[in-house]
């Protein structure tokens, strides 16, 4: 469990590392917090020539309140999101999803740059993020472009992140005051990946759903937008029956991977649980709100 | 009154038995002051990294080391071919097979040790060791015992294909290694026959692993200049260590000194000798420098022992009442590719003829045919004495089965099949006799303490509600363990009887030094065995220093597994100190003028009777043994050894109660409540007891809700790191509720029984039972393990109570 | 770690054309993603490897291809290739038999049937992704055989076709020279889907990471 | 061969410099050059918690963390939890509650306890447990450990450091 030789540097600017990336090109890796890229290392599954380390880039860290945005910078720890009363007053879903991811000592490093740009349909943020419809700020040699979560994962590990860019922030529109949301994660055990979850960001009036965006993880190759099930909930009222229905919408749009979690057929049944959970809850709190 | 204050005070200042002494261990592992193999650092210590096998079956066609030789720090690198001058590659194992030390023209396994790079520090080594260029020639593979009997199943072990007999009797194919029975089948048949009810499960004990959380290692060091041997390594069994060094090396056994140091959790895992051990000690030899070899946890699960794999066919045969007159179990056992499975030479198959359990069974037979596989070899006790879980695990399971047959309460028809308080001692149709006991109380008192009846009444009620979203199951588990090997009639490994020792000695002031066989793991020896010594002697446990694990110390013996230390160096103990009570006593007649008869002893002291104001306490005893104020001819001194045999096993009991609530719809498997009564007899240390129990209990959630090692059909590992590996953490984990009885050991010493193993071996089919129980009025009868989600989900989905 | 795989591509080319390709050894190591073909033993054995390098992903398989079959009447070709990856730890092979069947004039229908193991490392850490990774696999190579048939067919001229199976199976010798992997790369049609390949071998590696670690980049 | 760098950082309050290779380990620089074997190796995948230290404030699995990535932090192990021949309230706490039975998890669950009461002085059972997830324990089923934080938790209450 040893990695082999690589050369690391640390810039202290997202121009610094750029231009390091630019130079060093397909021999260099960006490392964020290292808990999917040294433990692959480490088995020699993966051997670059350069790790860049973004973890000394200050500007890329931290959490803050932008007209009718919160923009959050790549760098920020799951921990740093976990406990920002900020988020949890506006964005409660990422703090009650981050909350969900690995353990404490991962999530002290762990950030939520990494999880997104890692493109990895296990990890939470890809789903929390398109179910708030968050925007991504990458940063290129060209210049600065900003993508919508949703259209962002293109497959497994794919994502619209080109070679030489990296992810810099992370956009999310503040939910209207009386949202509700879940997010329902099944595991086997902490530290595990999802073998099922469900993001759901619902706005509601009276007993009437007027807004919702519904995101599953990993039951594909990418994050998946529930759109069908969106559609069935719209403008109505949640029950049973309701969401009966939008589970087995979910379940029919998952090509889930089987592994030690379960196969194809408990994945699916398990989408669907986890977003009649996740549906129900976000409309309890909705109504509450 | 003050007479009894005073005596409290001289008893509390022992810290004897009865007492929850603060562990001695503690001070320097809260500092991080341990000391464990991996601690070790010498000069010129080289790094040894194990070349392994991708192939679960494969011939080796060619090994080329050149571009591993030519990598910066890498000094050598060993294979088979290097091994054979010193007739090293191959190294015979404690089941009567021989076991590759590295692979020998074909790998048995995925992972097999195929060669070994020595280089300057662990960096150079896993460079090294990626570097070797091994050509293989894929096989064809078995990962499945029952095909690896099959007519024209593969050949696995063609070094071994004309050998007739692995030491257990006659093979009758080429992959298989023994077949072993006991009990009378003529009679169990007869049961069966007129039996009014039978049933009949087939039930495995899938392949686990114990995973201390400090994997396998060591460092061996050879001086040419002395020719002596030190080997640093993490191993429950020092004594037998170095005996297999010995009898391995040709090196005098006095010139070999193993060290124990401290071991970061054993379970079983770390009583077998590794090849990495064989490999770093034939490097150190040939070098003369140190050698480190240390396991990666993904090694530690894939390669070094395993336990369980065992394929298991229960068999009941009752009257109507449910009172069982027959019993017949019958195991396939998965021993993988080498049969280095760990066992008593007598018994094959360990000690799985306890499979009767609690129960009174007049006719029973039982049968384990043991097989070759692709898989690594093994099979230890994990947390258990051998074979005892599976035996175990069996019986709980199939009164369960039995019960559900004649709809009877899963309490009751353990009530009438229990051995009753009166019948003990109680003789087994396999021959075990049990030596005391008192399963009604025990049971009686758990299901009083829980309520029982109002927990049927609350899973009755749950049943008739349709729009209930869990599934409640209430699980029983009534076990009797059998532990401390044991006697030297039916007890040996190489030969070895499983006897025990201590040594005490005692110094002028007071202080007391005691040395044993045993090797502690975290069970808290230091502090027990002075807490058994501290009440004998009448001398503070606190100045009494317990030493283990050196084997240059401590005199011989069979180490720490099968909850052995109490029952076998516990006594040892005791009887070593009462030799030297009894000479401290001749010394106090002396001193006082009077007859020993006149004597009584009283918590630390010897006073003439009737005459309170006339006594000599220990302490004044260990000073004048060092003078010449003596009887006379005695000589000076209060030391002494005193080795073990035991007349018995111990028999400790328990009662156990588990309560789950199962998702309906995801198959998550709540435990709302865990009860756990134990009687382990006399009790040394309540507060050590409790938490032996809280981490057997951990284990058994572990083995019953998550364990085991997933194969693919060409003997992949599919799971063989804490990815997917099941160690729950603080969060899943279940608190539990402990209780006891004590039922004392009559022929211990101080009437301990031993504890350890009795939550994992009791607590694994309690769990199963509750999640079965949970499914019973469906008509579901078994469940195999693990139970988790997944699995449980499945039995959801075919039952149909997760239709919305 | 075994998966089967039965697939039928369309080929933009006559059979003869797809089926005189086919029988080209190094070109069709050079359609399969990151392959190549380092050493002709003889007719029907050769040394090659499977290489990718891509993002911190590398995996370098080395290996044997033998041709095992070939069946001109059928246009039917069985070969199987083995290898173990640079550090020894993980093992792959695939036993392929791809048939050529006739549509029309212009194009033709290359009908796989794979059988592909992983071993050791790989399996334990992404065999889980076999299928779909093979599947992968085999698009892109069938996308990387269908440029060239393209390309070959326009080439193609009626004296061309209707070479004897002698010559055919001469001709990977001599093809080893003109054409090779390095030659599939410089192919402007096999270059995208070769990038592409590159993004699904990442996939592999990036699987077995997900499925060992808790956590997370 | 890859270049060393010089790392520079404050390990249990004292300064210490060291030359690292790029791709050296955090868990290794501690235990086989600055000889601090309190943090142990127990599963190399960030999954088991025993290589945990205190780094910039933050519990860290010191098995994912390259050493060349520490320089200019301040490191605390658990051999610097014990001030001025003093144990720190959770190694007294641990003793007293039979937290620990082998020792192989305890200085990673020490210095875990130490960030946890630091930034919660009072959690309850399930914050507690939730807080150490991070880190395994074959030996005691946690259920001490718990008891341990708890009592270390008021032992901190009652004597503010």
Redesign the interface.
């Known amino acids: 469990?040893?990695?082999?030789?690589?050369?690391?540097h640390?810039p202290r600017t997202v121009p610094e590392a750029l231009k390091l990336l630019g130079d060093l090109g397909e021999d260099a890796k960006l490392l964020a917090g290292?808990?999917s890229l040294?433990?692959m290392m480490?088995l020699r599954f993966a051997e670059p020539a350069h790790?860049i380390?973004l973890?000394k880039i200050g500007e890329l860290r931290g959490i803050a309140e932008a007209g009718n945005e919160i923009h959050i910078g790549a760098m920020t720890t799951e921990?740093e999101i976990v406990n920002s009363s900020l988020l949890a007053s506006k964005v409660p879903l990422l703090v009650e999803g981050a909350a969900l991811i690995?353990?404490?000592?991962?999530r002290?490093?762990g950030t939520i740059g990494g999880d997104i740009s890692h493109g990895d349909p296990g990890n939470d943020h890809p789903a929390l993020m398109m179910a708030l419809d968050a925007s991504f700020v990458l940063k290129g040699p060209g210049g600065s472009r900003t993508v919508k979560a949703d259209g962002y994962f293109l497959g497994l590990y794919s994502t619209l992140l080109e070679p030489g860019e990296i992810l810099t922030q992370i956009r999310i529109p503040i939910p209207a005051a009386g949202s509700g949301c879940a997010y329902q994660k099944l595991k086997r055990k902490?530290?595990d990946y999802a073998t099922a979850a469900t993001a759901v960001q619902m706005q509601c009036k009276g007993a009437k759903v007027t807004q919702v965006s519904i995101a599953l993880t990993n039951v594909a190759s990418t994050a998946l937008r529930a759109r069908d099930a969106e559609a069935l909930v719209m403008g109505k009222s949640i029950d049973d029956a309701l969401l009966n229905e939008a589970a087995r919408l979910a379940m029919s749009i998952c090509e889930p991977m089987p592994d030690q979690r379960g196969d194809e057929e408990y994945k699916r049944a398990m989408c669907g649980e986890m977003t009649r959970r996740a549906l129900k809850l976000a409309y309890q709190r909705a109504n509450q709100a | 009154m003050g007479n009894m204050n005073e005596l409290k005070e001289r008893e509390d200042k022992l810290q004897g038995m009865g007492t929850s002494m603060?562990?001695k261990?503690?001070?320097?592992?809260?500092?991080?002051?341990?000391s464990?193999v991996?601690?070790i650092?010498m000069p010129g210590m080289l790094f040894g990294a194990l070349v392994r096998s991708p192939y679960a079956h494969a011939r080796i066609k060619k090994i080329d080391k050149t571009k591993a030789l030519a990598c910066?720090g890498v000094v050598a690198v060993l294979t088979a071919e290097d091994l054979k001058p010193v007739n090293l590659h191959w190294m015979p194992t404690v089941g009567g097979d021989v076991q590759a030390v590295l692979a020998d023209q074909k790998v048995h396994f995925q992972l097999q040790e195929v060669a070994m790079v020595l280089a300057s520090?662990?960096?150079a080594a896993a460079d090294g060791a990626a570097l070797v260029e091994v050509d293989y020639e894929e096989l064809p593979v078995i990962v499945d015992p029952k095909k690896a009997m099959l007519p024209d199943a593969p050949v696995l072990r063609e070094d071994i294909v004309d050998k007739k007999d692995l030491t257990h009797g006659p093979r009758t194919h080429p992959n298989h290694i023994f077949t072993w029975e006991a009990g009378n089948k003529e009679a169990a048949d007869a049961a069966f026959n007129s039996a009014d009810v039978v049933v009949r499960e087939e039930i495995l004990n899938p392949r686990v692993h114990p995973?201390?959380?400090?994997?396998c290692g060591c460092v061996a060091s050879f001086s040419k200049a002395t020719g002596n041997l030190t080997v640093y390594v993490s191993t429950q069994v020092p004594h037998l260590f170095r005996t297999v060094l010995a009898m391995l090396s040709s090196i005098p056994e006095s010139k070999i000194r193993v060290v124990g140091g401290?071991?970061?959790?054993g379970?079983g895992n770390k009583v077998p000798i590794y090849p990495g051990y064989v490999v770093a000690t034939v490097a150190s030899i040939v070098t003369g420098l140190p050698i480190k070899w240390?396991e990666?946890?993904i090694e530690n699960i894939s390669t070094s022992s395993f336990a369980r794999d065992y394929h298991g066919v229960g068999e009941l045969a009752a009257d109507k009442n449910g009172v069982i007159k027959g019993l017949r179990f019958s195991a396939l056992a998965d021993h993988g590719a080498f049969n280095s499975h760990v066992s008593a030479t007598k018994f094959p198959a360990g000690l799985f003829s306890i499979c009767t359990g609690s129960y009174a069974i007049p006719n029973a037979y039982c049968r384990v045919d043991a097989v070759f596989t692709n898989k690594a070899p093994g099979g230890v006790a994990y947390r258990c004495s051998l074979r005892v879980t599976e035996a175990i695990y069996l019986i709980e399971r199939m009164i369960d089965v039995l019960a559900q047959k004649l709809g009877m309460d899963k309490a009751e028809i353990r009530r009438r099949n229990f051995v009753k308080k009166d019948q003990f001692p109680f003789t087994t149709p396999f021959g075990w006799t049990l030596d005391s006991g008192d399963y009604h109380t025990a049971l009686d008192k758990v299901l009083e303490a829980v309520d029982y009846e109002g927990l049927r009444k609350e899973q009755a009620a749950k049943r008739a509600d349709p729009n209930c979203p869990t599934l409640m199951g209430i699980g029983l588990s009534t076990f009797t363990e059998i532990v401390g090997a044991g006697p030297t009639k039916v007890c040996d490994i190489l030969g070895i009887g499983l006897f025990d020792s201590c040594e005490i000695r005692v110094h002028p002031t007071g202080g007391v030094i005691a040395r044993l066989g045993t090797m502690t793991?975290?069970?808290?020896h230091a502090t027990t065995y002075s807490q058994i010594i501290a009440t004998e002697l009448g001398l503070p446990a606190s100045d009494i220093v317990v030493e283990e694990g050196d084997t240059d110390k401590s005199p011989y013996g069979a180490g720490t597994w099968g909850s052995r230390s109490t029952p076998v160096s516990g006594a040892a103990t005791a009887q070593a100190a009462r030799k030297i009570k009894d000479k401290a006593k001749k010394i106090a007649a002396h001193l006082l003028e009077v007859s020993e008869g006149d004597l009584e002893w009283e918590i630390d002291r010897f006073k003439v009777k009737g005459n309170p104001s006339q006594f000599k306490t220990m302490k004044e005893l260990c000073l004048v043994s060092h003078t010449g104020n003596l009887p006379a001819g005695m000589e000076q001194g209060l030391n002494a050894v005193s080795y073990y045999d035991p007349p018995n096993l111990t028999y400790p009991f328990g009662a156990y109660l588990c309560v789950v609530d199962i998702d309906k719809y995801t198959g998550e498997t709540k435990v709302r409540r865990f009860y756990a009564l134990d009687d382990c007899g006399t009790r040394i240390n309540p507060?050590?007891i409790?938490?032996?129990i809280?981490?057997g209990?951990?284990?058994a959630y572990a083995v019953a809700m998550g364990q085991q090692v997933p194969f693919d059909e060409s003997g992949n590992h599919l799971g063989n790191?804490?990815?997917d590996y099941f160690?729950p953490?603080?969060?899943e984990?279940p608190?539990?509720e402990t209780d006891h009885t004590v039922t004392p050991c009559p022929h211990h010493p101080i009437g301990a029984k031993g504890v350890a193993e009795s939550p994992h071996v009791g607590g694994i089919p309690c769990f199963t039972n509750a999640v079965v129980d949970a499914f019973a009025h469906l008509g579901v009868t078994h469940m195999d393990m693990p139970h988790n989600a997944y699995r449980v989900w499945q039995t959801c989905n075919a039952t149909g109570v997760n239709k919305r | 770690m075994n998966v089967t795989l039965d697939k039928t591509f369309p080929m933009p080319g006559s059979a003869s054309v797809a089926w005189k390709l086919l029988q080209d050894i190094e070109s069709v190591a050079g359609c399969m993603p990151g392959a190549k073909i380092t050493e002709r033993l003889d007719a029907n054995n050769y040394k090659g490897t499977v290489s990718v390098k891509f993002g911190p992903a590398s995996m370098s398989f080395r290996g044997e291809i033998e041709l095992k079959q070939v069946d001109e009447s059928k246009r039917v070709l069985r070969l199987i290739g083995k290898g173990t990856d640079s550090t020894g730890s993980s093992g792959a092979s695939m036993d392929l038999t791809a048939q050529i069947e006739a549509v029309d004039e212009n194009s033709s229908n290359l009908v796989g049937h794979s059988e592909v193991s992983v071993n050791g490392k790989a399996a334990a850490f992404g065999g889980r992704m076999m299928s779909s990774v093979s599947d992968q696999v085999l698009k892109q190579f069938a996308a990387n055989f269908a440029a060239r048939v393209q390309t070959l067919n326009a080439q193609a001229s009626p004296a061309g076709s209707g070479t004897g199976s002698e010559g055919n199976l001469q001709q990977p010798g001599a093809a080893s020279v003109s054409i090779s992997a390095t030659a599939a790369v410089a192919d402007p049609s096999a270059a995208p889907t070769h990038l592409s390949a590159f993004g699904l071998l990442w996939g592999v590696i990036k699987d077995w990471l997900k499925s060992?670690?808790?956590?997370k980049k | 061969?890859?270049?060393t760098?010089k790392v520079s950082f404050k390990l249990n309050g004292k300064d210490v410099q060291t030359d690292v290779?790029?791709?050296?380990l955090l868990i290794?620089t501690l235990?086989?050059k600055l000889?601090?074997?309190?943090?142990?190796?127990?599963?190399?995948?960030?999954?088991?918690?025993?290589c945990?230290v205190d780094l910039d404030g933050?519990?860290?699995?010191s098995c994912?963390?390259?050493s060349?990535?520490c320089d200019g932090s301040d490191l605390l192990?658990?051999?610097g939890?014990?001030q001025g021949g003093v144990?720190h309230a959770v190694?007294?706490a641990?003793?007293?509650a039979?937290g620990?039975?082998?020792?192989?998890?305890?200085?990673g669950m020490?210095t875990?306890a130490y960030r946890?009461l630091k930034e919660n002085p009072n959690p309850t059972e399930q914050e507690?447990?939730?807080?150490?997830?991070?880190?395994?324990?074959?030996?005691?089923?946690?259920?001490?450990?718990?008891k341990a934080v708890q009592l270390a938790a008021q032992r901190l209450a009652a004597t503010p450091a």
């Not at chain 4, 290779?21 to 050296?24: A, C, D, H, M, W």
């Not at chain 4, 807080?131 to 450990?145: E, K, P, S, V």
Request: with cysteine; net charge negative; proline share 4%.
């Open positions: 469990m040893i990695t082999s030789h690589f050369e690391y640390a290292g808990h040294l433990p480490k790790l380390d973890g921990h690995a353990d404490p000592q991962v002290y490093k902490t530290g | 603060l562990r261990e503690d001070a320097r592992f809260i500092r991080g002051q341990g464990y991996d601690d650092k910066p520090d662990r960096y995973s201390p959380l400090e994997t401290d071991i970061g959790g379970f240390v990666s946890r793991q975290g069970q808290g507060m050590i409790e938490g032996q809280h981490g209990l951990t284990e790191s804490l990815m160690i953490t603080a969060v984990t608190v539990w | 060992l670690m808790g956590s | 061969m890859a270049t760098h290779e790029s791709r050296e290794h235990r086989e000889m601090h074997t309190g943090p142990h190796i127990g599963c190399e995948t960030s999954h088991c918690g025993a945990t933050r519990s860290v699995k994912t963390v390259l060349v990535q192990t658990v051999e939890l014990e144990l190694q007294q641990f003793h007293e039979h620990l039975q082998c020792g192989f998890c305890t200085p020490l875990r946890l507690i447990r939730y807080g150490i997830a991070g880190n395994l324990c074959r030996c005691t089923g946690y259920q001490n450990i718990v």
